[in-house]
């Protein structure tokens, strides 16, 4: 799959070119952090044009309606053929003169068929992660539609094939002439920032710290993109793909949990996955092929400490396809820049079976410090005690690893890649 969608005459841009772009992985990264979607159609001759929940799951765009609706009865059948756009506004341009008021922005717009999604249990799948985008956990902890909620419910597949990438950044574009002139001119930049959450009557619980906007910012979902490895946000849209990805008894051998061989066995286990990241101690990723969108493993921190600037890298997973590939040098790479440099970590660790020398060999080369063993730490699946290995790395050690993995990257060749 080609990094850039094709340009087409509807695509294609006749004033301001350089605003225009066909990168997918911009396309990808604008519409899974936006939520302001509209969708445009005709009926009876007539342009449409409704605002709607979207979510991406790989290279298909999935829409929210009313089976009654005018979206939802126009699609029956053979589909409707739509325009989409997907914005962020990121600031308004304040200019000398009214002509050259502008925007900075990101935005998609999609053109194609949009088809109903009839499958029951493909539409729950979607209907899932719909939820989960407004609230990395949110499905979980909500009741499932019923069937007549299904039924009422229309969810609208598009294929991202006829994309483009509009945005503007910068600052104020005045004429020569008007530089002189005596007004303000400027960029006021906009941010979405969500407010405190105001409690239903009735509710006794705490709001959820998967809320947008809520809890510590160790545990916000951040979507981590690099050449070999994408890291997003775990979901249940990624179950079947780990199912098939991880299915090698070797990728769990010594894992302290029993393999999930079925969709519905990987679906509990991403769950609790999930689950411990409402209490603040984990957050986990799907890895992902940026090129064909592939699902190949799971990824985590884990044991987060924001008190003490600390927290664990483990649940690391990869289909043995990509061992020895840039995979797991990239993503630790990535989880280590996150930790050290975004969220300011004065520590990251890592736990391994004492017998796992693999994992032990390739955290090393990581650049970490073996720091000790914690005798009979926990449960093996099979019933017997796990002396597990701690590793560590500081930030004051953190400069020199981040230089060698890049080197290592760079340098590319299985030898290189051996961390994977």
Known sequence: MSDLFTQTDRTTATRYRDRMAYDREAAHAILDEAFDCSVAFVVDGEPRVLPTLHVRVGDTLYLHGSSGGRLGLSARGEGVRVCVSVTLLDAIVYARSQAHHSANYRSVVVHGVARPVSDPEKKLVVMRTLADKVGAGRAADTRPPNKKELAETAVLALSLEEVSVRSRAGGVIDEPEDLS????????????????????????????????????????????????????????????????????????????????????????????????????????????????????????????????????????????????????????????????????????????????????????????????????????????WRDTVLFAMTVEEWPAAAERLRERLAAGGPAALATA
């Open 181 to 384: 002139l005596p007004q303000w001119a400027g960029v006021l930049p906009v941010s979405r920032v969500f407010g405190p959450p105001v409690t239903d009557d009735g509710v006794a619980v705490a709001p959820p710290s998967y809320l947008p906007g809520g809890g510590s910012s160790w545990v916000k979902p951040v979507t981590l993109a690099g050449k070999h490895v994408r890291l997003e946000p775990l979901a249940p849209a990624h179950a079947a793909g780990l199912v098939e990805a991880l299915a090698d008894e070797e990728v769990w051998r010594y894992l302290p949990t029993l393999q999930p061989r079925t969709l519905d066995e990987m679906a509990i286990y991403l769950a609790d996955l999930r689950r411990r990241q409402w209490t603040g101690l984990q957050l986990p990723w799907a890895q992902v092929e940026p090129g064909t969108g592939t699902v190949i493993g799971v990824t985590s921190y884990h044991d987060i400490d924001p008190v003490n600037r600390s927290l664990a890298i483990g649940h690391t997973m990869v289909g043995r396809r990509w061992w020895r590939t840039g995979v797991n040098t990239e993503a630790k790479l990535m989880l280590l820049e996150h930790a050290f440099e975004t969220l300011g970590a004065e520590k990251v660790f890592w736990y391994t079976d004492i017998r796992n020398e693999r994992s032990q060999r390739a955290i090393a080369r990581l650049g970490a410090t073996r720091d000790g063993v914690i005798r009979r730490q926990r449960l093996r699946p099979d019933g017997t």
